[in-house]
């Protein structure tokens, strides 16, 4: 792979010495050459799809992420144009709890350390409204600035700023769910379903509570009542999903009927076209759908 970029990066610089030619190290070319180099005018993008997001790239235990570090360092001794693409979402569910926040400055970080010059943080790209979008994409913005900023403040900062005095109970809930993966060693990738063990039913039972006091605490103030509302739609996501595996399991199935129409209320105000990453949303399909496995009379 590297020798056709090499030559094609030759005959671009004869005529374009000004411009540069990129390449993935994804999947199958994802390791650096023994004894091959990029040319200078070569950017190699490395990928890092096959890791675990719960905890830091360099500190997990998993093989994937073990070796993807060793690939990472592998290719920082003989490039200097290493690019990162990088992966912030569950690209198979959208909208599930991610708990990915307190990793996003320490990769940010690694790359930095291993003089990588660009970095992409792949994220939901082609819907409105996945998992706490805005903060996602706050966090994304603020740690590619200044990878050292403080992880507390910047999620802090934009809980109160953007959902007012809900921002304590969302800020408990986020804390939750990060808890889980990092006290029970539970590893992540960006293709987790709604059934992995980074989520459980008494978890989700607490966020579900932590959400109400949410939407409580700013229930006299329209434009804040509704990112709440919106917010809350992946915990909702999450218990639905969870009941229509288990739609007799309590107490999950029970709050799974009472959260159906707020869910599809709030659902359509968030202009959500996707719910994973191939496929256009049918509401009216994946409602009945659900309203069937949770056996609710419609
Ligand atoms: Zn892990």
């Given at each position: 792979?590297?020798?056709?970029?090499?030559?094609?990066?030759?005959?671009?610089?004869?005529?374009?010495?000004?411009k540069a030619?990129?390449?993935?190290?994804?999947?199958?070319t994802?390791?650096?050459?023994?004894?091959?180099?990029?040319?200078?005018?070569?950017?190699?993008?490395?990928?890092?799809i096959?890791?675990?997001?719960?905890?830091?790239?360099?500190?997990?235990?998993?093989?994937?992420?073990?070796?993807?570090?060793?690939?990472l360092?592998?290719?920082?001794?003989?490039?200097?144009r290493?690019?990162?693409?990088?992966?912030v979402?569950?690209?198979?569910?959208?909208?599930?709890?991610?708990?990915?926040?307190?990793?996003?400055?320490?990769?940010?970080?690694?790359?930095?350390?291993?003089?990588?010059?660009?970095?992409?943080?792949?994220?939901?790209?082609?819907?409105?409204?996945?998992?706490?979008?805005?903060?996602?994409?706050?966090?994304?913005?603020?740690?590619?600035?200044?990878?050292?900023?403080?992880?507390?403040?910047?999620?802090?900062?934009?809980?109160?700023?953007?959902?007012?005095?809900?921002?304590?109970?969302?800020?408990?809930?986020?804390?939750?769910?990060?808890?889980?993966?990092?006290?029970?060693?539970?590893?992540?990738?960006?293709?987790?379903?709604?059934?992995?063990?980074?989520?459980?039913?008494?978890?989700?039972?607490?966020?579900d509570?932590?959400?109400?006091?949410?939407?409580?605490a700013?229930?006299?103030?329209a434009?804040?009542?509704?990112?709440?509302?919106?917010?809350?739609?992946?915990?909702?996501?999450?218990?639905l999903?969870?009941?229509?595996?288990?739609?007799?399991?309590?107490?999950?199935?029970?709050?799974?009927?009472?959260?159906?129409?707020?869910?599809?209320?709030?659902?359509?105000?968030?202009?959500?076209?996707?719910?994973?990453?191939?496929?256009?949303?049918n509401?009216?399909?994946?409602?009945?759908?659900?309203?069937?496995?949770?056996?609710?009379?419609e």
């Amino acid at each position: 792979m590297l020798f056709l970029v090499n030559r094609v990066a030759e005959a671009v610089a004869e005529k374009y010495p000004d411009k540069a030619v990129e390449t993935l190290a994804y999947q199958w070319t994802r390791k650096p050459p023994k004894t091959m180099r990029p040319r200078p005018n070569v950017i190699i993008r490395l990928c890092s799809i096959e890791c675990c997001f719960a905890h830091p790239l360099a500190e997990c235990d998993q093989e994937a992420n073990r070796r993807f570090v060793e690939d990472l360092r592998g290719w920082a001794r003989i490039c200097d144009r290493l690019w990162v693409w990088n992966y912030v979402t569950d690209f198979r569910h959208y909208l599930l709890p991610f708990p990915n926040l307190r990793v996003r400055n320490d990769n940010i970080r690694l790359f930095a350390e291993n003089h990588v010059r660009g970095v992409f943080e792949q994220d939901t790209y082609n819907t409105p409204s996945s998992e706490l979008a805005a903060l996602n994409g706050y966090i994304t913005a603020k740690f590619l600035w200044n990878p050292d900023y403080d992880e507390d403040t910047a999620i802090n900062e934009f809980l109160e700023g953007y959902y007012g005095k809900a921002a304590p109970f969302i800020r408990r809930y986020i804390d939750a769910i990060h808890d889980r993966v990092a006290e029970e060693n539970i590893h992540m990738t960006i293709w987790v379903p709604p059934t992995h063990p980074h989520l459980t039913d008494e978890l989700l039972v607490e966020a579900d509570a932590l959400w109400q006091h949410a939407e409580d605490a700013v229930r006299d103030d329209a434009v804040l009542l509704r990112r709440v509302r919106i917010g809350r739609i992946s915990v909702d996501y999450a218990i639905l999903e969870r009941a229509r595996v288990a739609p007799a399991a309590e107490p999950l199935a029970s709050l799974a009927r009472k959260r159906f129409e707020p869910f599809f209320a709030a659902l359509k105000i968030s202009g959500l076209t996707r719910i994973r990453e191939w496929n256009e949303l049918n509401v009216d399909e994946y409602r009945s759908g659900l309203a069937r496995a949770l056996k609710l009379d419609e």
